[in-house]
């Protein structure tokens, strides 16, 4: 398991409102800061970061949702917060049965996504 893991951002004020948006529809919240790192707490651990960067590669990263309305939550909030649609809340039948998610771009690119997994739809 990961302990933590931390995102490249350029723009580090921006990307810091943008993720306090976007993720708290997921339970998390910022709860820590040094110079432009910012971490954030889904509850249990300080497990996100980000971190401003003068070089930015796009990636991706998934964060578990605990419903399907985490999710639709988590991609509205995104988009409002300034997020590009890149697939919108449904099941990605093709990943696996029950496999509920939105993918968003956020500022830099990165492909931000929500996933709830739905074991009600895995036969």
């Given at each position: 398991?990961?302990?933590?893991?931390?995102?490249?951002?350029?723009?580090?004020?921006?990307?810091?409102?943008?993720?306090?948006?976007?993720?708290?529809?997921?339970?998390?919240?910022?709860?820590?800061?040094?110079?432009?790192?910012?971490?954030?707490?889904?509850?249990?651990?300080?497990?996100?970061?980000?971190?401003?960067?003068?070089?930015?590669?796009?990636?991706?990263?998934?964060?578990?949702?605990?419903?399907?309305?985490?999710?639709?939550?988590?991609?509205?909030?995104?988009?409002?917060?300034?997020?590009?649609?890149?697939?919108?809340?449904?099941?990605?039948?093709?990943?696996?049965?029950?496999?509920?998610a939105?993918?968003?771009?956020?500022?830099?690119?990165?492909?931000?996504?929500?996933?709830?997994y739905?074991?009600?739809?895995?036969?």
């Amino acid at each position: 398991m990961i302990a933590h893991t931390t995102l490249p951002v350029s723009d580090y004020k921006r990307s810091k409102q943008f993720y306090v948006s976007a993720l708290e529809p997921l339970g998390y919240t910022n709860n820590m800061e040094y110079g432009e790192a910012a971490g954030f707490n889904d509850g249990k651990n300080t497990d996100f970061w980000i971190s401003g960067q003068k070089k930015v590669v796009p990636t991706h990263i998934a964060f578990e949702a605990k419903s399907k309305d985490e999710v639709e939550h988590f991609f509205k909030a995104a988009l409002a917060a300034g997020a590009k649609d890149n697939g919108a809340p449904g099941y990605r039948r093709d990943y696996w049965p029950g496999y509920y998610a939105a993918f968003v771009r956020d500022v830099d690119g990165h492909n931000i996504e929500a996933v709830w997994y739905d074991y009600s739809q895995a036969k």
